[in-house]
């Protein structure tokens, strides 16, 4: 036969488990109050193994810049500031190529392994993204406009700027580089479906394209171009491009690029880091 259970224990209990129900109602409510922050990708964690020895601390977000309409350029950091190895990914840089926003997007949401900071920065052109122009609010092409063996171009698609690294977007790029010294950088376009191998570690890039399901190749040289900047500033690193096919990143690719993206934190390479597996001309 069961005991009778006091009244006074059994409203003790229930006024406990009450309290406790309110502070985990107040939990969830707070946590979606860190605002734009990226959303959690259910399913698209680490393995439990990895996982396992993965920092899983909430990215940091940090402003790096300000467009020319003064909008914030935000920079996501996962992963501890000791971290020997800095990893840098750009969902944007042209505002009418958005599709790696999906990619840095659920990249945000997953822990990145032990010894790896990572740091993403969604959108590098803001004011493109906001007009759905290439360009920013000057018309300037961001991409040609890195000083590295920067040209004058007045064209309406491919402006130059006036000078080498004339705009705020270029300068708040330029300014984290120098400061992270990111091992690897990766940066989506659109629409070419292809993974350039530029000129950093051609191996690193041919990796990604492999996981990725993108065939790897040597873009021909731009003149004022971010990744050319940044691997001949920074010899020993390397800075790629990836050019996602037109339209929106769906469940199946999203899972091959964060794989991909995964090998890039993890140091994996393929085969010759200079040799092209092919060239083709740059848009
Ligand atoms: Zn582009």
Same mark, same amino acid.
Do not use: K
């Given at each position: 036969?069961?005991?009778?259970?006091?009244?006074?224990?059994?409203?003790?209990?229930?006024?406990?488990?009450?309290?406790?129900?309110?502070?985990?109602?107040?939990?969830?409510?707070?946590?979606?109050?860190?605002?734009? @922050?990226?959303?959690?990708?259910?399913?698209?964690?680490?393995?439990?193994?990895?996982?396992?020895?993965?920092?899983?601390?909430?990215?940091?977000?940090?402003?790096?810049?300000?467009?020319?309409?003064?909008?914030?350029?935000?920079?996501?950091?996962?992963?501890?500031?000791?971290?020997?190895?800095?990893?840098?990914?750009?969902?944007?840089?042209?505002?009418?190529? /958005?599709?790696?926003?999906?990619?840095?997007?659920?990249?945000?949401?997953?822990?990145?392994?032990?010894?790896?900071?990572?740091?993403?920065?969604?959108?590098?052109?803001?004011? @493109?993204?906001?007009?759905?122009?290439?360009?920013?609010?000057?018309?300037?092409?961001?991409?040609?406009?890195?000083?590295?063996?920067?040209?004058?171009?007045?064209?309406?698609?491919?402006?130059?700027?006036?000078?080498?690294?004339?705009?705020?977007?270029?300068?708040?790029?330029?300014?984290?580089?120098?400061?992270?010294?990111?091992?690897?950088?990766?940066?989506?376009?659109?629409?070419?479906?292809?993974?350039?191998?530029?000129?950093?570690?051609?191996?690193?890039?041919?990796?990604?394209?492999?996981?990725?399901?993108?065939?790897?190749?040597?873009?021909?040289?731009?003149?004022?171009?971010?990744?050319?900047?940044?691997?001949?500033?920074?010899? @020993?690193?390397?800075?790629?491009?990836?050019?996602? /096919?037109?339209?929106?990143?769906? /469940?199946?690719?999203?899972?091959?690029?964060?794989?991909?993206?995964?090998?890039?934190?993890?140091?994996?390479?393929?085969?010759?880091?200079?040799?092209?597996?092919?060239?083709?001309?740059?848009?």
């Amino acid at each position: 036969m069961p005991c009778p259970r006091p009244i006074a224990r059994t409203a003790a209990a229930v006024a406990l488990i009450l309290g406790l129900t309110m502070v985990a109602m107040i939990a969830v409510a707070v946590a979606p109050a860190r605002g734009s @922050g990226p959303r959690p990708s259910p399913g698209l964690g680490l393995s439990p193994a990895l996982g396992a020895r993965a920092s899983h601390r909430a990215p940091e977000r940090m402003v790096i810049g300000h467009s020319v309409q003064g909008r914030p350029i935000v920079a996501w950091v996962l992963g501890p500031s000791t971290a020997s190895r800095r990893i840098l990914v750009i969902g944007v840089i042209h505002g009418n190529e /958005p599709a790696g926003l999906a990619i840095t997007r659920a990249l945000a949401s997953r822990p990145v392994p032990v010894g790896v900071q990572l740091w993403i920065v969604p959108e590098l052109n803001p004011d @493109g993204v906001a007009a759905d122009t290439r360009q920013n609010a000057h018309g300037v092409d961001l991409n040609r406009n890195f000083p590295y063996r920067w040209q004058f171009s007045g064209d309406a698609t491919f402006a130059s700027g006036p000078r080498p690294a004339s705009e705020p977007e270029t300068q708040a790029a330029m300014a984290l580089v120098r400061r992270i010294r990111p091992a690897v950088t990766v940066t989506y376009h659109q629409h070419m479906d292809l993974v350039d191998e530029s000129t950093g570690d051609h191996g690193v890039a041919r990796r990604y394209a492999q996981l990725a399901g993108l065939a790897a190749t040597c873009l021909t040289f731009l003149p004022g171009e971010e990744t050319a900047w940044s691997n001949h500033t920074f010899p @020993g690193t390397t800075s790629f491009v990836v050019e996602l /096919p037109a339209g929106p990143v769906g /469940p199946a690719a999203l899972a091959r690029h964060l794989r991909a993206l995964r090998a890039v934190e993890l140091g994996q390479r393929s085969g010759s880091a200079t040799g092209c597996d092919s060239v083709t001309p740059a848009l």
